[in-house]
């Protein structure tokens, strides 16, 4: 799936989009560089699941965790993660990346390589790249 | 035993990146200790990055450290404040657990301090100390807020980012111009030498609010442009580059303080958070108070990074006000002040 968005403004149905193409899948790995819009995305994502929190960048803190109420009205966990400061995978272990990964809550990562090894098999990744002063490439794989 | 007005508060931090301990005696800082080489090298090993594992390591020299620099025992000690949140699950965990073994050893209270909260109240921890009501302007790697204090543990935060914080825009120009991570304080350095002559945007956001993130990608374009035209661009326009970029990052943060104090009418003006170490912020916030008759606060750079200090001194205050936690406090990742 690609989409094109000449603003930030347009993200809000490819948000959509990208839930209902996911389905059940929620673990995303998130590409792209400095300035591509990855955190600007999730909080479209986040927005169209209904987190109450902001959506900030976690470089610094490394995790952020939002809520969002699901169908039922139930509270729900929703993980916002970056690994742009880690360089070694231990420290991604270290942080826990594999207790992120494994619960059902549904899971971004910005800067990702790092833990390519533990990519579970029906992770979702999104392709952002600069096409424009404002416009970007997305893509769903 | 210590008479009942003689208060020692050991304070643990395990937040994020930082292992910290400190020791305050009735809200007197005795002891402020933040693991380092130093610190770990008298333990042996080696120091690991960002990890919970790191904090294990840590905690228990640094504890010691702490309460030896400070002159006393674990059994002087009258209640232990920890950081509860908001961080890193994995990191707060060892702190907290480490708090409430040590406070259930040896029966003493136990006291739970918001991270951001202490940020505030590390203008507690030395004198001048700003009079109420003051606005603190907290501002780091990982955090930007404008927080209204009216007591020790009465605040609202009246802004805050709404993407980025100012600490990582520097961080991430850093990246982008080739610089190692984290490259504030190298910023900073590189910015003394140059001009502000390269105009970037202002974001425009409503209310208190910041954001850094369009001001990143405004860098961007620039510098993608710029080394189009010229691949030597960066190297060459350097200095420049870095004092435009902290100079319009410092006038976003001045004009929402402005803004504040317009909008509350309050005058004791108090920053916090490891970027108030920038000499430009400094520099510009002073002459700004000057002009607009505003006292001015800025605590100990010691006091402004991660530290347990600020912990303990929170800790102290509620302390005081008989606030205390149970042993089944856990640790929470988000935490509004």
Not at chain 1, 121 to 138: F, H
Not at chain 2, 164 to 175: L, Q, R, V, W
């Amino acid at each position: 799936m690609e989409y094109l968005v000449a603003r930030p403004e347009e993200l809000d149905p490819v948000a959509e989009a990208l839930l209902s193409w996911a389905g059940e899948r929620r673990k995303f790995f998130l590409y792209g560089e400095i300035g591509a819009g990855k955190t600007t995305f999730i909080q479209a994502v986040c927005r169209r699941l209904g987190v109450r929190e902001k959506v900030t960048s976690p470089t610094f803190g490394l995790v952020n965790e939002y809520t969002y109420p699901d169908q039922q009205g139930r509270e729900q966990r929703a993980y916002h993660l970056d690994l742009y400061r880690l360089t070694r995978l231990e420290e991604a272990l270290d942080i826990g990346i594999e207790d992120y990964l494994d619960d059902a809550a549904y899971c971004f990562v910005e800067w990702p390589d790092l833990i390519e090894a533990l990519a579970p098999p029906e992770v979702v990744r999104i392709k952002l790249s600069i096409t424009g002063n404002s416009s970007r490439k997305i893509l769903f794989l | 035993m210590n008479n009942a007005s003689d208060i020692y508060l050991l304070g643990i931090e395990s937040s994020c990146d930082d292992t910290a301990a400190a020791v305050v005696h009735n809200g007197a800082v005795l002891s402020n200790v933040v693991a380092s080489q130093e610190v770990h090298r008298r333990y042996g090993g080696v120091v690991p990055e960002v990890a919970s594992r790191a904090h294990q390591l840590h905690l228990i020299p640094v504890v010691d450290a702490a309460l030896k620099e400070a002159g006393i025992t674990s059994a002087d000690l009258s209640g232990v404040a920890f950081t509860r949140g908001p961080g890193l699950i994995g990191s707060l965990i060892v702190g907290v657990s480490f708090a409430k073994a040590l406070a259930l050893s040896h029966q003493l209270p136990l006291v739970e301090v918001n991270h951001m909260q202490a940020h505030v109240l590390a203008h507690f921890a030395e004198p001048p100390y700003p009079a109420f009501p003051f606005l603190c302007l907290t501002v780091s790697g990982g955090h930007t807020q404008i927080v209204l204090v009216r007591s020790q543990l009465d605040m609202e935060v009246l802004g805050e980012t709404l993407d980025d914080a100012a600490g990582e825009a520097f961080d991430k120009t850093g990246k982008m111009l080739g610089l190692d991570y984290p490259a504030g304080p190298l910023i900073d350095r590189l910015a003394s030498q140059g001009e502000a002559r390269f105009p970037f945007p202002k974001p425009q956001v409503e209310g208190l609010n910041f954001s850094f993130s369009g001001l990143k990608t405004s860098i961007l374009y620039f510098l993608r442009d710029q080394v189009q035209a010229d691949p030597d661009f960066i190297q060459d326009n350097l200095h420049d580059i870095c004092a435009s970029v902290q100079a319009r990052i410092v006038s976003i943060l001045l004009d929402k303080l402005r803004q504040a104090v317009e909008q509350t009418g309050i005058r004791e003006v108090a920053v916090a958070g490891g970027v108030s170490a920038n000499s430009g912020l400094r520099r510009a916030l002073n002459a700004l108070g000057a002009e607009e008759g505003w006292n001015i606060y800025l605590p100990k750079m010691e006091y402004c990074t991660d530290n347990a200090a600020m912990i303990a001194v929170t800790g102290y205050y509620k302390f005081l006000a008989g606030q205390f936690a149970g042993q089944d406090a856990t640790p929470v990742a988000r935490w509004e002040i």
